[in-house]
T-cell receptor, first 115, second 112 residues
Framework: DADVTQTPRNRITKTGKRIMLECSQTKGHDRMYWYRQDPGLGLRLIYYSFDVKDINKGEISDGYSVSRQAQAKFSLSLESAIPNQTALYFC??????????????FGPGTRLTVL | KQEVTQIPAALSVPEGENLVLNCSFTDSAIYNLQWFRQDPGKGLTSLLLIQSSQREQTSGRLNASLDKSSGRSTLYIAASQPGDSATYLCAVGSGRDDKIIFGKGTRLHILP
């Protein structure tokens, strides 16, 4: 079973709709991240959370919100989707652990299309 | 502000050749550097992670090096195979509690 899962894997929606993307992990990591990937722009950080009570804005948080429901769950919401939010969205986790490594592990991605 | 650059953006080489992918960063005060592989439309797979105190890491045919003072890392792939075709991204962590910054990747195509 995958360590980091994302649902849905594909979603097509219309402008103005509210969308939630969900991420779950079984790695036991404290840190979770949401990125979006666009052709030519690379990966950009939307929000990140170092634990359930610690949520931080990333590079491009406008138009997005997040909720860390539990250590294992981190969801991303688009309150009113717009076409330029069409992208590939990735969830990732990391954990310093005893070695202080902070290696990131990624989910399979959600392809979101906003018409 | 940390910036991460990967040049070239795309590379094609014949099967069997050894090759080097480059990653440069502007702020040498990094915590770690991670190399990923991404197949089209798929997620990122971690290949190697180098801590700031390390000079290199190896896994199979892959070797990643880190030179903090010059702001550079290289990913060496030995005896390339068509299955190595993918986009390779490097990502720099600048601090224990800081964000991780990604390069835009090098799209590698191994010609059979």
């Amino acid at each position: 079973d995958a360590d980091v899962t994302q649902t849905p894997r594909n979603r097509i929606t219309k402008t103005g709709k509210r969308i939630m993307l969900e991420c779950s992990q079984t790695k036991g990591h404290d840190r979770m991240y949401w990125y979006r990937q666009d052709p030519g722009l690379g990966l950009r950080l939307i929000y990140y959370s170092f634990d359930v009570k610690d949520i931080n804005k990333g590079e491009i948080s406008d138009g997005y919100s997040v909720s860390r429901q539990a250590q294992a769950k981190f969801s991303l919401s688009l309150e009113s989707a717009i076409p330029n939010q069409t992208a590939l969205y990735f969830c990732a986790t990391s954990d310093f652990g005893l070695a202080g490594v902070n290696e990131q592990f990624f989910g399979p991605g959600t392809r979101l299309t906003v018409l | 502000k940390q910036e991460v650059t990967q040049i070239p953006a795309a590379l094609s080489v014949p099967e069997g050749e050894n090759l080097v992918l480059n990653c440069s960063f502007t702020d040498s005060a990094i915590y770690n550097l991670q190399w990923f592989r991404q197949d089209p439309g798929k997620g990122l797979t971690s290949l190697l992670l180098i801590q700031s105190s390390q000079r290199e890491q190896t896994s199979g045919r892959l070797n990643a090096s880190l030179d903090k003072s010059s702001g550079r890392s290289t990913l060496y792939i030995a005896a390339s195979q068509p299955g190595d075709s993918a986009t390779y991204l490097c990502a720099v962590g600048s601090g224990r509690d800081d964000k991780i910054i990604f390069g835009k990747g090098t799209r590698l195509h191994i010609l059979p």
